[in-house]
């Protein structure tokens, strides 16, 4: 049950389909593609790379990133997809706590790369090439159970954790899509215009599956008006988009009167999506979206708000519905419960359990982690909702303090670990503060004397990646606490509310 199984399967039908595109540019069917994934399979296997072992991919979007996760899982290997804006010392954690044996590097990311991983390769190089001439290898079986996607996502602690996404995980996503998110024909096109780390990448298997196309667009990035122009050449383009994405594309549009006629859906997530800017895509761009709510954990796979539901503006509870995420998604049981794990009444608020298929097997070389949100069965998200009669879930807060960012997870811990590492520092809290444009941006609550921004931002920069540094620091005297010592982040949120209305 290898999910490779999807590419061999499209080429021995399809071959002659056109499969990955450089822009409007076609650069291969799906015939190459194979053969591609193959070869570097084979490469793989003949420096020494034994099933199961961890390949970690570093790299900006790019035609290539494809055929390389493709060549890892044919291979029976598994794949570490890391974000490319991660600073060089979190990559070092990553590729170590992976023990990843071999690294794909983009060009443009390879200063201050640790040296960890005995194979290093990069595209668009000699030795790219030479590994493109290998002999083909034979596809591997992989059992269900397997590892094929070793997903790393921050963690409370602010030390990343390894979510270890099995090839059924995946397989039971890709139907998910299928069932609850979208239609694919062979006609369609998906871009990938936000990160192919993430969940941009992880659509690419319903569509290799029908046999569709692979687009990146040249600025190997999101820019509203090279999506626009380009949905408009290859059409019945399906993308996925954070929510400031789609704030950008909208703004983009309406602006310029843009048509938007080759888009077929935007699937948008990874962040709160608030209601008047979700009412005015529709006004602006019709019926073309679609909600989606997951996590590492369960990608893209919680629940799902269809573009039916979106668009019904007529229902009574249409207001209610398109503030919430949608319903379970078809493959999951979703519930909502107490802190003992009691399912609570419609409307109560508590936290989002879900289960089934798509559910992570764990988290890599963490069974404490494992154990804290795996129980019973039921991934424990984390995230506070309330669920209606309907089934309709709203999410309310997320326990974890998490700050979702240009659709980039933020924790607070990890931004308040590096700030204290200076010295004139006391004591520090991370909030996130409501922005129209990136939907939370970092604020820093900081007791210190004799300390500028600046010297802060340098620490920052000097140790986690650029957009997890604050976008603004309060100096205060000290932090609220409770009896406990715990700091109240509800009274800083209300004072930063209070600063926000005296401007």
């Known amino acids: 049950m290898n999910i490779a199984q999807l590419l061999e399967r499209t080429a021995r039908v399809f071959p002659e389909r056109p499969a990955v595109f450089a822009g409007e540019r ?34 900006t979007n790019c035609p290539e990133y494809l055929e390389i996760l493709y060549g890892i899982w044919w291979a029976g290997l598994v794949a570490v997809p890391i974000n490319a804006k991660l600073h060089p010392r979190e990559l070092e954690f990553i590729l170590r706590d992976a023990r990843a044996t071999a690294l794909f590097l983009s060009n443009d990311l390879a200063d201050g790369v640790p040296s ?7 595209p668009s190089t000699p030795a790219y ?47 998910s899509y299928l069932a609850d998110v979208d239609d694919v024909s062979a006609e369609d096109a998906i871009v990938y215009a936000a990160p192919m780390s993430h969940g941009a990448g992880l659509y690419n298997f ?20 090279e999506v626009v122009a380009l949905a408009n050449q290859v059409e ?31 699937v948008y997530g990874g962040g709160p999506m608030y209601v008047e800017d979700i009412c005015r895509a529709l006004d602006v761009m019709g019926p073309r979206f679609v909600q989606i709510y997951g996590q590492g954990e369960s990608p893209m796979t919680i629940t799902s708000l269809r573009r039916s539901h979106l668009a019904n503006r007529a229902h009574s509870r249409w207001a209610e519905r398109i503030a919430s995420v949608g319903v379970a998604q078809s493959l999951v049981e979703v519930r909502i419960a107490d802190a003992a794990g009691c399912t609570l009444a419609a409307g109560e608020i ?39 009669e309907d089934g ?75 957009f997890k540094r604050p976008k603004e620091y309060h100096f205060v005297t000290s932090l609220p606490k409770n009896n406990y010592g715990k700091v109240l982040k509800t009274e800083l949120r209300a004072l930063l509310t209070q600063m926000e209305s005296s401007r």
């Open 26 to 59: 076609c650069l291969y069917n799906y015939c190459t593609f194979r053969d591609r994934a193959a070869r570097i399979a084979g490469y793989l296997r003949g420096v020494g790379l034994a099933e199961g072992d961890r390949v970690a991919v570093f790299m």
């Open 116 to 122: 960890v991983a005995r194979t290093m390769i990069t």
């Open 129 to 175: 090439q030479k590994m493109l001439a290998s002999v083909p290898l034979e596809l591997k079986h992989r059992e269900p159970t397997d590892l094929a996607w070793l997903f790393y996502t921050s963690g409370t602690t602010g030390r990343p954790k390894g979510v270890m996404i099995t090839h059924r995980n995946l397989f039971s996503m890709m139907m």
């Open 206 to 225: 319903v569509h290799v599956l029908k046999g569709a196309r692979h687009v990146v667009p040249l600025s190997g990035g999101f820019d509203a008006s």
């Open 236 to 266: 019945r383009v399906s993308m996925f988009a954070a929510p400031t994405m789609v704030r950008r594309l909208v703004d983009h549009v309406a602006a310029t009167n843009a048509k938007v006629d080759g888009i077929k859906t935007i």
């Open 350 to 388: 508590g936290e989002v359990l879900v289960r089934g298929d798509t559910v992570m097997e764990g988290y890599w070389r963490n069974p404490a982690a494992t154990t804290q949100a795996l129980r019973d069965g039921w991934l424990w998200t984390g995230d506070m909702g309330s669920m209606d």
């Open 392 to 466: 309709f879930l709203t999410l309310k807060d997320r326990s974890k303090d998490m700050i979702v960012s240009g659709g980039s997870n933020i924790y607070p811990r990890e931004v308040e670990e590096v700030l204290l590492k200076h010295p004139a520092v006391r004591e520090v809290s991370v909030i996130g503060r409501a922005d129209p444009e990136w939907g939370e941006v970092v604020v820093a609550f900081v007791a210190a004397d004799g300390v500028t921004d600046a010297e802060l931002d340098a620490l920052c920069l000097e140790h986690i990646a650029r």
